[in-house]
């Protein structure tokens, strides 16, 4: 048989069956069914039964399918429990997989309820460093003044550190970067008043996510230097290398060998200290004239989540969140009195000075031009003409002399749009006029972009990310990831190195001072 072409299909009608006599009528009817079940399947392909990547598929009906197996699991559970047989197997599988996890093979165990936490299974062999780290400088710290009496302390030359440890920091030169190992060395001192004061290394903000073994803490004492850890942070984040990819590199072109683990606390770590400067930016966009703000799915541990960005010239600000309308004011507060750009999306509908997306639109009767049917494609084809004129005209800056201005010619289109049959075309000429005056908004004042490509560009590293990593698992990597994606954009769209300053909010937070803002370059 051969495919029915959009012509084909095209010059099918009401009429032309009536026309056919039974025999034909069955014959077109058998293609039209053939066409019908093609597309049907083609419709319900996704990731399990054909050979498309599981980032093509919904991300609603994910969250759907995941809700189901968690029912069709428990009512398989109370299935057995009913049995009393099956609960004796239970029992002795239970003591099985409880020996096993004693014998430290709990993640060879094929069962899925077995796995645990990610990362190093509890019983499993630790890794040391094969050759010892060889300083290249010795840095000293000493007390300055006695903890006790605030005296000024001296120190003598025969003084003996009491404490010391190794540092990797990276050092970019002229061309090409050098990792090289410090030694910090910890004093005492013994005051006149006979106190004996120690040298600290510092620490500031802990991060505490429940059911953690160790909390994450900024401080100085650890193997990664701050330079190191911004390095680490971009492979990561600006990069989109694994943790894995990451280690590997290190090992092969720098000659430093970090464990997974160390490289994952670093990433958080770069992320929890840029966390402070977010705040500053979200206090300072509220006094932004024009945001531009747009949402694309993320995920969670595997949970649909929402990942919002707000963006103006000089501010990025990233939040992971549900899609509700809260979430919303997590970025713009009641503060705020400028213009939002926006798309269609109804979570904004209440906020009054708004424009609405052009580029959505505009996509939108694109999709219609190229539908079926004649009526609807013609007036797709005119929507789009005077979609684009609208903003040619101002782009131009000319103005509209002409005794019929565009925003009325739209107008008309849209309503005989909406009182077309075809859904679709309805579907948009229904969403322009109910969000007129945020379509239009840009052509009485002028200055307001048209269009929201500068959120939607300052989105696509992350749907591209999104797609390699499959999203965060915990609450505190969405805050790390959102921080620093906030703190790069910024500095990007400031023109300043983002990867300087980060490590200056790095070794700044280990000591537990606030970070400077971000400067604009002149
Ligand atoms: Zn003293």
Not at 258 to 263: A, C, D, N
Not at 302 to 324: D, E, F, M, P, Q
Not at 392 to 413: E, H, K
Not at 483 to 511: H, N
Request: glycine share 6%; hydrophobic share 35%; net charge neutral.
């Amino acid at each position: 048989m051969n495919r029915l072409s959009k012509d084909d299909r095209s010059q099918m009608s009401r009429d032309y069956f009536q026309s056919l006599d039974k025999e034909k009528l069955v014959e077109v009817a058998g293609n039209l069914h053939a066409f019908a079940v093609e597309q049907l399947e083609r419709l319900e392909q996704n990731s399990n039964n054909s050979s498309r990547p599981p980032s093509s598929d919904s991300p609603f009906l994910k969250e759907a399918a995941e809700f189901d197996c968690g029912k069709t699991q428990t009512a398989n559970q109370h299935k057995h429990l009913t049995d009393t047989e099956d609960l004796e197997s239970e029992k002795v599988e239970e003591k099985q997989k409880q020996k096993s996890i004693a014998q430290g093979f709990g993640k060879r165990l094929p069962s899925a309820e077995l796995r645990l936490t990610p990362g190093k299974q509890p019983g499993a062999r630790g890794m040391w460093r094969t050759t010892p780290l060889v300083p290249k400088i010795t840095i000293p710290h000493y007390p300055e003044n006695c903890a006790a009496c605030n005296a000024e302390l001296t120190i003598t030359s025969d003084n003996k550190p009491y404490m010391g440890y190794y540092v990797l920091e990276l050092e970019k030169q002229e061309s090409g970067v050098e990792v090289i190992c410090q030694l910090h060395h910890y004093y005492s001192a013994t005051c006149e008043c006979g106190h004996h004061t120690k040298a600290l290394p510092g620490f500031g903000y802990v991060s505490v996510v429940s059911g953690r073994s160790k909390d994450l803490q900024l401080q100085e004492y650890g193997l990664v230097g701050p330079m190191l850890v911004s390095f680490i942070a971009s492979l990561a984040v600006r990069y989109r290398m694994s943790r894995p990819k990451i280690q590997e590199f290190l090992l092969e072109w720098v000659s430093v060998e970090l464990s997974i683990g160390t490289l994952d606390r670093c990433i958080r770590e770069a992320g929890i200290a840029c966390a402070p400067v977010v705040k500053q930016l979200l206090c300072e966009l509220q006094a932004a004239e024009v945001i531009h703000i747009d949402e694309t799915p993320w995920y969670e541990k595997g949970k649909l989540c929402w990942l919002w960005v707000a963006i103006t010239n000089t501010i990025a600000v990233y939040h992971i969140g549900s899609r509700r309308k809260e979430e919303l004011l997590h970025l713009i507060s009641s503060a705020f009195i400028g213009w939002l750009v926006t798309d269609g999306y109804g979570a904004y509908s209440s906020y009054e000075k708004r424009q609405h997306c052009l580029a959505h639109l505009i996509r939108k009767a694109i999709a219609l031009t190229q539908v079926v049917n004649k009526e609807a494609s013609d007036l797709g084809q005119w929507l789009l003409e005077e979609l684009r004129e609208l903003i040619q005209t101002l782009s131009s800056g000319d103005g509209d002399n002409s005794d019929d201005p565009v925003p009325g010619r739209l107008y008309r289109v849209c309503l005989l749009g909406r009182a077309a049959e075809h859904p679709k075309l309805k579907a948009l000429a229904q969403e322009i006029l109910r969000d007129w005056d945020a379509v239009v908004a840009f052509v009485y004042h002028p200055g307001l972009p048209p269009t929201n490509n500068e959120a939607e560009r300052a989105l696509r590293h992350a749907v591209i990310a999104r797609r390699i990593s499959y999203g965060t698992r915990t609450s505190e990597g969405s805050l790390a990831y959102c921080s620093l994606l906030s703190v790069i954009e910024t500095c990007r769209l400031r023109k300043v190195d983002p990867w300087y300053y980060i490590a200056q909010v790095i070794a700044l937070g280990r000591k537990g001072i606030l970070p400077p803002l971000i400067s604009v370059a002149l």
